[in-house]
């Protein structure tokens, strides 16, 4: 959605119909120096992943208006090709975790991002049992 009047268009569908709701994008085309004209245009945090060629792959999550103030998030990885994204969105009762995923259609590529979600799972996992770790 690298053309202004489609990703307008996109935003303005997803305002109207879905105001509430966490939007996952893909084949965003995204680089570094869009995230702060995205989230000015779409009005709340916006957060991408993308590749070092913005003619393939990227991801987004765009997260309602609603959500400010309500909770805190976190980006806790975002690969460099541009097809992983995981979020967490901490609440005051629990965590939510978002995994924001476009998967290449060739078997050793899907092999590739399924070796890069464990392998992000296991550092959040491990850092997770790091600091909150329960005594009895």
């Keep these: 959605i690298r053309q202004a009047n489609k990703r307008r268009a996109i935003f303005r569908h997803l305002h109207h119909y879905y105001p509430t709701h966490i939007a996952v994008l893909q084949e965003t085309h995204s680089s570094p120096r869009d995230q702060a004209y995205w989230q000015a245009e779409w009005g709340a945090p916006v957060f991408l992943s993308h590749g070092a060629n913005t003619s393939v792959c990227g991801v987004a999550v765009l997260l309602p208006r609603s959500l400010l ?53 296991i550092h959040r996992s491990l850092d997770f049992q790091k600091h909150n770790q329960l005594k009895f």
């Design 69 to 121: 103030g309500v909770c805190d998030v976190r980006m806790i990885h975002s690969h460099a090709d541009g097809r992983l994204l995981i979020l967490e969105l901490i609440f005051e009762q629990f965590t939510l975790t978002l995994v924001a995923v476009y998967a290449p259609t060739q078997g050793h590529m899907q092999q590739q991002l399924s070796f890069n979600i464990y392998h992000s799972w």
